[in-house]
C-alpha cells in the first residue's frame, strides 16, 4: 500500500494513485443505518486534538510546576505571545483564554456599538460576542465559492448605525481583506477579521494576523494548533493593545492599580505550553493536514455529487478543515441523509455552520426575516459537510470514509428510504 507521501508524488508526476484495496468495503457488508455493524469502533471527530511528541510538552510542565507559577502572565505566556508575533510579522500578541473572550475585548477596546456586519455563516460565538455587549449583529451574505463575507453584500447593510465589520476567515483560507477593507475605509468603519480558522494562512503573501484593527486567533482544542483551551488578539495599532492588556486583566496597571474597566481573559502558563510546544511543530501539522485533505481529493473525485472545496495554491492555507459540498440531485441522497449515513459508521461529519446565525436564538426571535437577504448562505449551509482529518486520522480510514461515500451513492435509493425511518 501507498503512503501519503507517495500518493502526492504520484500526483504531481502525473500519475492516477489507486485506493488502498485493503480499506475496501465488502460487496456483502451492510451499511451501519441498514442495520450492519459501524465500521469504525470508535468515533472518528472532525476536529480531534493533535498531540505530538508529548513527552517534550511534559517537560516544559514540569519546567512550569517547579517554578510554581500556573497564571497571571508567566513566562511562559509571555514566549507563547513573543514567538506568535515574531511568526506572524505583527507587533503585538495578547494570549487570552479563549477565542469568544479575545472577540469580546477587541470589539469593545475598538469601541463598536450600535451596528457591526458579520457573517451569518460562521460559529455562532462571532455573533455572541457583539450581542453579549448590546451589539447589534448585521447578518450579510458570503461568496458562494468561498464561503466568506461577500463585499457587495456588505455594502448594501451599512447605516448611519453601522459602526463596524467583523470578517470571518473560514476553512483555513483568508477571506476578500482588500475589498472588505476599502469599504470600512470608505465608510469610517472599524474592521476586525475573526481569524479562528486561519492560523498559519497568508492574504497576498502577508500573514493572517496583521489586517484590520486586530484578529482573534483560536488554539481550541479542535484547532490544528491547539493550546487545549486558548486564543490570541494580533494587532498592530499600539494603543489597542495596550487596553486589551489592561482589559483582560482586571483593568490593572501594578499592583493594586485598577485604571480601566476590565475581565479575566488570561491564558495559563500550561496552554501557553502546549501552544508553544505545537507552534515549534506547526509545519509538521500542516503536512499532515495537507496529506490527509490530497487524500480525501483524491477519493473523492469520482464520487458524483460531491464537491470538495478546493484551496488555492497561491497562498499559504493550513489544511484544517476537510469541505465538502453535497449536490442532492446528482448524489442521490440530501447532505443530512449522508450524515446519517456517516454517523451510523461512527464518521461523526459536522453540518458547520448550519443552520446559520440567523436561524439560531436569539436571532432567529430578533430578526425573522434575515434570511431573506441571505440566499447563498442558506444554500451553502444546507449543502456543506465536514469530514474527519488530523494527526490522529490514519491513511485507511480516509480511504474507507471515501469508499463509504462511494456505497452511499450507488445504494442511494436505499439509504433514502432506511433515513426516512430513523
Not at 468603519?189 to 494562512?201: I, K, N, V, Y
Not at 493536514?289 to 455529487?305: D, Q, T
Amino acid at each position: 500500500m501507498k503512503t501519503l507521501d507517495q500518493q502526492s508524488a504520484g500526483a504531481e508526476l502525473g500519475t492516477n494513485p489507486v485506493l488502498s484495496p485493503d480499506a475496501a468495503l465488502s460487496k456483502e457488508r451492510k451499511l451501519a443505518i441498514f442495520g450492519g455493524e459501524p465500521l469504525f469502533k470508535e468515533p472518528l471527530h472532525v476536529g480531534r486534538p493533535n498531540v505530538l511528541q508529548r513527552e517534550l510538552f511534559l517537560k516544559r510542565v514540569e519546567e512550569i510546576l517547579d517554578r510554581n507559577w500556573l497564571t497571571n502572565n508567566g513566562p511562559v505566556v509571555r514566549e507563547f505571545e513573543r514567538s506568535i508575533a515574531e511568526y506572524l510579522g505583527v507587533k503585538h500578541c495578547i494570549a487570552v483564554c479563549n477565542a469568544t473572550i479575545g472577540l469580546e475585548l477587541a470589539i469593545r477596546a475598538a469601541g463598536l456599538k450600535g451596528e457591526v456586519i458579520v457573517p451569518s455563516y460562521t460559529f455562532v460565538a462571532t455573533a455572541h460576542a457583539l450581542q453579549w455587549q448590546e451589539v447589534t449583529p448585521v447578518f450579510a451574505d458570503i461568496d458562494p465559492a468561498t464561503h466568506t463575507l461577500d463585499p457587495e453584500a456588505i455594502e448594501r447593510l451599512i447605516t448611519p448605525r453601522t459602526t463596524g465589520i467583523i470578517a470571518t476567515h473560514l476553512w483555513g483560507q483568508a477571506c476578500a481583506v482588500d475589498p472588505i477593507a476599502e469599504i470600512a475605509r470608505k465608510h469610517g468603519l472599524q474592521l476586525l477579521f475573526d481569524a479562528a480558522h486561519a492560523f498559519g494562512c497568508t492574504y497576498k503573501g502577508q500573514r493572517v494576523g496583521n489586517f484590520g484593527r486586530a484578529e482573534v486567533f483560536s488554539f481550541h482544542a479542535t484547532k490544528f494548533l491547539n493550546s487545549f483551551e486558548g486564543g490570541a488578539i494580533t494587532t498592530n495599532d499600539d494603543g489597542l493593545a495596550e487596553r486589551i492588556r489592561l482589559m483582560k486583566n482586571f483593568g490593572f496597571k501594578g499592583f493594586d492599580n485598577v485604571v480601566y474597566i476590565g475581565t479575566n481573559g488570561k491564558m495559563t502558563e500550561v496552554c501557553a505550553a502546549m501552544g508553544l510546544h505545537n507552534l515549534k511543530r506547526i509545519d509538521e501539522l500542516i503536512a499532515i493536514n495537507r496529506r490527509n485533505y490530497e487524500a480525501y481529493r483524491e477519493g473523492l473525485k469520482n464520487i458524483p455529487g460531491l464537491k470538495l472545496l478546493p484551496i488555492g495554491e497561491r497562498e499559504a492555507a493550513n489544511f484544517q478543515y476537510v469541505v465538502v459540498e453535497v449536490d442532492e440531485k446528482v448524489l442521490g441522497v440530501s447532505r443530512d441523509q449522508l450524515v446519517k449515513v456517516l454517523h451510523a459508521e461512527n464518521v461523526l461529519a459536522r453540518k458547520y455552520f448550519w443552520p446559520g446565525c440567523h436561524r439560531v436564538e436569539p436571532y432567529r426571535s430578533y430578526y425573522p426575516n434575515a434570511g431573506l437577504l441571505l440566499p447563498c448562505t442558506n444554500e451553502v449551509a444546507a449543502r456543506v459537510i465536514v469530514l474527519p482529518t488530523g494527526a490522529s486520522l490514519k491513511e485507511d480510514n480516509i480511504y474507507t470514509i471515501c469508499e463509504l461515500l462511494r456505497t452511499a451513492y450507488d445504494t442511494s435509493a436505499e439509504v433514502r428510504r432506511a433515513s426516512a425511518v430513523l
